[in-house]
Nanobody, 123 residues
């Protein structure tokens, strides 16, 4: 069974940092493109960042480029999203997902999703 579990969300002030983690069991991140998406209230789920299999390259949404960093720990089989200089527009539920096929920034390209972790940024 493919299961993804996110953690690390919380409520912070603008300018603060948070680190989100995504863990999996039964299979290795090494073999898959993995990504973070987020969904704000009343909005569609949007792409945040993706990491190629084995972490060889990364891709970011323009809105987070330079502030967020996606990384993997192969030994621990976890993926993290380091979020710096947070702004209120970063508020939402953050999901990690495993890619199946298609464009890396398209949510239909991902079949397996975690339950999400809430991030709230106050001004």
């Amino acid at each position: 069974q493919v299961q993804l579990v996110e953690s690390g969300g919380g409520s912070v002030q603008a300018g603060d940092s948070l680190t989100l983690s995504c863990a999996a069991t039964e299979w290795s991140f090494r073999n898959y493109v993995m990504a973070w998406f987020r969904q704000a209230p009343g909005k569609e789920r949007e792409f945040v960042a993706a990491s190629a299999s084995a972490g060889s390259s990364s891709r970011y949404a323009d809105s987070v480029k330079g502030r967020f960093t996606i990384s993997r720990d192969i030994d621990k089989n976890t993926m993290t999203l380091q979020m710096n200089s947070l702004i209120p527009e970063d508020t939402g539920v953050y999901f990690c997902a495993r890619h199946t096929s298609g464009g890396y920034s398209d949510s239909p390209s991902y079949t397996y999703w975690g339950q999400g972790t809430q991030v709230t940024v106050s001004s």
